[in-house]
């Protein structure tokens, strides 16, 4: 009997056994694309709450961006900090960079990890205009900036000078030079090496030191919510200024050719960009905008196109680069990325207000052209099949085939005048 009781208890401790180190260990990842926006804070919050419902171990948080809104990444680093689930940071693919608000992240993550040939850095506030931007040197801004990049830095045992040279001289460093000067903890070419690396570290999270397990764990991907999706794009600031821009030009292709739906477009397009924008726009930017819209609108009411259309198509474009208030005390993005946005804003809206000027001018000369009702009246046309009296049917005029009919009716072959027109139909008569 005591034999078999300790057998019973042999087996069942093997199969708990079995059944506890059969747990498979999972890693969430989350990706940060593009210019860094709430919508990223509002879905790393939730991919927080799936980590800690489905027991997953770490959190690895993909970087590859310009930089974004710094209320945001302040948000973001919050979560971080207080998150149960150790995060790691990694700069990913080779050849990305985690500028400004980027390398904020990275800091606060519980482990910073760079692929080869990455780059962090440029973390100096400045102030953005379309002939190019300048560093801030500010002191109460830069000083609230400092605190916040020493302050990680320092809780996870970096490099703090260096950190804060990020800030002060806008410092870009590889990662061979950020690992060497204890800046991150790991380079991997990839995330399985990564995962292979970290296996076994002990990091300090907001409820004590938990070592990782993660050489074999499962990779799972975090996918962002519809919502998520379509805030992230329209909060991107080309994406929301040119939304802003479209739905203006809309809008007036809308009064000047209604019941095409361009009202309807224009204020949707409107709607987006001020959501995408957090309804943070730039006053100025916002009068600029109207009053270019005015002259548009009152351009379509003079002969040609002149004085009036060109300073409005400038206002717009200026009014664009403006529309969204790039302070630093709302945007932690590298300078690099402002060009860009420079270039992208005017470009493109040179050619949409191109475009929107070549539809107006058609539009306008359709609008002067002159009624062809009176020159076609008294020309002859061909019966191709015969009709019945006021019956519909195709006649031949000026090589083109026409709708026509006639209150004598009309037989094949036989040559008619034209008397009026009914909307696309041709009225004939018999000519005797």
């Known amino acids: 009997m005591k034999r078999a009781v300790i057998f019973l208890i042999l087996i069942f401790s093997f199969l708990l056994f079995t059944q506890v180190n059969s747990i498979e260990e999972k890693v969430l990842i989350f990706k940060i694309t593009g210019t860094i926006s709430i919508?990223?804070?509002?879905?790393?919050?939730?991919?927080?709450?799936?980590?800690?419902?489905?027991?997953?171990?770490?959190?690895?948080?993909?970087?590859?961006?310009?930089?974004?809104?710094?209320?945001?990444?302040?948000?973001?680093?919050?979560?971080?900090?207080?998150?149960p689930i150790p995060i790691i940071g990694y700069v990913y693919p080779s050849g990305t960079t985690a500028w400004s608000a980027g390398t904020y992240i990275l800091m606060a993550c519980h482990i910073a990890a760079m692929a080869p040939h990455t780059v962090i850095g440029s973390c100096q506030p400045i102030s953005y205009s379309p002939f190019g931007s300048t560093p801030i040197n500010d002191t109460k801004i830069i000083n609230a900036l400092i605190s916040v990049m020493s302050t990680h830095a320092k809780a996870h045992g970096r490099n703090e000078t260096l950190a804060i040279k990020f800030i002060t001289e806008n410092l870009n460093v590889d990662d061979e030079e950020a690992y060497?000067?204890?800046?991150?903890?790991?380079?991997?070419?990839?995330?399985?090496?990564?995962?292979?690396?970290?296996?076994?570290?002990?990091?300090?999270?907001?409820?004590?030191?938990?070592?990782?397990?993660?050489?074999?764990?499962?990779?799972?991907?975090?996918?962002?919510?519809?919502?998520?999706?379509?805030?992230?794009?329209?909060?991107?600031?080309?994406?929301?200024?040119?939304?802003?821009?479209?739905?203006?030009?809309?809008?007036?292709?809308?009064?000047?050719?209604?019941?095409?739906?361009?009202?309807?477009?224009?204020?949707?397009?409107?709607?987006?960009?001020?959501?995408?924008?957090?309804?943070?726009?730039?006053?100025?930017?916002?009068?600029?905008?109207i009053?270019?819209?005015?002259?548009?609108?009152?351009?379509?009411?003079?002969?040609?196109?002149?004085l009036f259309g060109i300073s409005g198509i400038i206002l717009l474009t200026f009014g664009a680069l403006f529309i969204v208030p790039f302070t630093p005390e709302k945007w932690a993005i590298s300078s690099e990325w402002y060009a860009t946005f420079t270039y992208s804003i005017t470009a493109i809206a040179l050619i949409l207000s191109a475009i929107f000027v070549f539809i107006i001018v058609k539009?306008?000369?359709?609008?002067?052209?002159?009624?062809?009702?009176?020159?076609?009246?008294?020309?002859?046309?061909?019966?191709?099949?015969?009709?019945?009296?006021?019956?519909?049917?195709?006649?031949?005029?000026?090589?083109?085939?026409?709708?026509?009919?006639?209150?004598?009716?009309?037989?094949k072959g036989k040559k008619y005048k034209i008397i009026d027109k009914d909307g696309p139909i041709l009225i004939l008569e018999e000519i005797t």
């Open 363 to 411: 539009i306008i000369q359709v609008r002067k052209r002159p009624s062809t009702i009176g020159k076609i009246v008294g020309e002859i046309v061909t019966a191709i099949s015969d009709a019945q009296p006021n019956e519909v049917a195709f006649v031949l005029f000026r090589g083109e085939h026409w709708q026509a009919k006639c209150s004598t009716g009309m037989k």
């Open 39 to 83: 919508a990223h804070y509002e879905a790393l919050a939730d991919a927080i709450n799936i980590a800690k419902y489905e027991g997953i171990s770490a959190i690895v948080i993909v970087l590859s961006t310009p930089g974004g809104s710094l209320d945001a990444t302040l948000k973001m680093i919050t979560l971080i900090t207080n998150s």
């Open 180 to 289: 060497n000067y204890g800046v991150i903890e790991v380079r991997a070419d990839n995330i399985e090496s990564l995962l292979k690396k970290i296996d076994g570290m002990s990091v300090n999270t907001s409820i004590g030191n938990v070592t990782l397990k993660t050489a074999n764990a499962k990779i799972i991907e975090y996918n962002f919510r519809l919502r998520d999706s379509l805030i992230n794009v329209i909060s991107d600031p080309t994406i929301s200024s040119l939304l802003f821009l479209i739905g203006l030009l809309a809008l007036i292709y809308g009064l000047s050719a209604p019941g095409h739906g361009g009202e309807i477009i224009g204020a949707i397009a409107i709607l987006l960009a001020l959501i995408g924008m957090g309804f943070d726009i730039n006053i100025a930017s916002l009068i600029m905008m």
């Open 291 to 306: 009053i270019g819209t005015i002259l548009l609108v009152y351009e379509l009411a003079t002969p040609g196109f002149g």
